[in-house]
């Protein structure tokens, strides 16, 4: 390599212990720091940028970009920056996927538990200061014994399902590779196997979606899904709004065809006021936030370490995309 030159863009989410280990990592290469906003700037390096570090989805420079070789796009979901272009190119895509997971899948068993517990009717009795005022508390039941079906096994769906293994839950999961069952999970049904969502949605009292929103997954979850489940199962879902028809899930739980739902991302984002989502009967809604690990810069940077170590070593590196996950906004 001739002057290889690293760009970083300033929406990285790091402080400046950070940043040192940043142009550690880049090292010898030259480490060039730019603001997102400075458009000719980026242009002007990505003529000569061999690796490009950017904290959000990418425009027309990045894939342009005729000497890039490898691009590490800090977010979990990557249906912005899974580019066609760049895959045609040879061009290494890497995600921050994992960096949350934990948090992410506490937010589900909060939705989860809220939700199962009817939350939101005793936190109405307790403003009324109604002692038993809760309308159908005795037929509640605890997670424990309770199955949860989780579409996606990766990072966020293997900590959930240790989660609710922990919570005495039988756990299912679906995925696209044949693979060996990860821990925590009873049973993981597997699209490369020829094998259906149908068991997991029809046994399935909460229904997790925790994958990558790509053209093969746009839509899984839709009215024909959505009509296997139990009438007393919860829909949760913390991976994209495209995964699922809107339109078929709002109807559903208006219906009744659903118990209830917990969502936290949506096809339009922010969810316009006059969505009918807003007040579906026992739907919980957050705004595509969850809480922050602790460690979340150490849990980022260690990700773009190894894969530094990966790269200048010609290995696999991790959170790779490739054509399979390019998701056609068209």
């Not at 309770?146 to 299912?172: D, P, Y």
């Not at 009509?227 to 739980?253: C, H, Y």
């Not at 007040?279 to 919980?284: I, K, R, S, W």
């Not at 979340?296 to 894969?307: H, K, M, P, W």
Request: glycine share 8%; aromatic share 6%; proline share 5%.
């Amino acid at each position: 390599m001739s002057d290889p030159i690293v760009l970083a863009t300033n929406d990285l989410p790091f402080d400046d212990e950070g940043w040192k280990k940043i142009e550690a990592m880049a090292a010898p290469a030259r480490l060039v720091r730019l603001d997102r906003q400075d458009h000719a700037g980026l242009r002007a390096v990505l003529e000569t940028a061999e690796i490009a570090l950017v904290g959000s989805d990418i425009d027309q420079a990045f894939i342009a970009s005729p000497k890039l070789r490898w691009l590490h796009v800090n977010i979990a979901g990557m249906d912005g920056s899974a580019r066609p272009e760049l895959f045609d190119r040879g061009v290494i895509v890497t995600g921050a996927a994992g960096r949350s997971a934990p948090a992410l899948a506490e937010h589900a068993m909060m939705f989860m538990l809220a939700l199962n517990a009817n939350l939101r009717g005793f936190e109405t009795a307790q403003r009324k200061h109604q002692w038993g005022g809760v309308d159908g508390a005795r037929d509640l039941r605890a997670l424990f014994g309770q199955t949860s079906g989780i579409v996606g096994t990766g990072a966020t769906g293997k900590e959930l399902a240790l989660r609710a293994k922990a919570f005495g839950m039988t756990v299912l999961g679906y995925c696209r590779r044949d693979r060996p069952s990860p821990n925590g999970f009873d049973q993981v049904f597997s699209s490369d196997r020829g094998e259906s969502l149908t068991p997991l949605l029809e046994r399935s009292d909460f229904l997790v979606m925790a994958v990558n929103l790509s053209n093969a997954t746009r839509r899984m979850i839709g009215r024909d899904q959505l009509s296997q489940m139990k009438p007393s199962a919860i829909f949760i879902n913390l991976a994209r709004g495209g995964v699922v028809d809107e339109e078929a899930l709002t109807n559903a739980l208006y219906d009744g065809r659903l118990r209830g739902a917990g969502l936290d991302v949506f096809e339009v984002e922010p969810l316009p006021a006059d969505s009918r989502l807003w007040d579906a009967p026992n739907t919980m809604i957050s705004p595509h936030f969850s809480a922050v690990v602790h460690d979340r810069q150490d849990r980022t940077l260690r990700i773009i370490a190894e894969n530094f170590q990966r790269y200048r070593a010609g290995e696999p590196m991790l959170n790779t995309f490739s054509a399979e996950d390019i998701y056609d906004t068209a």
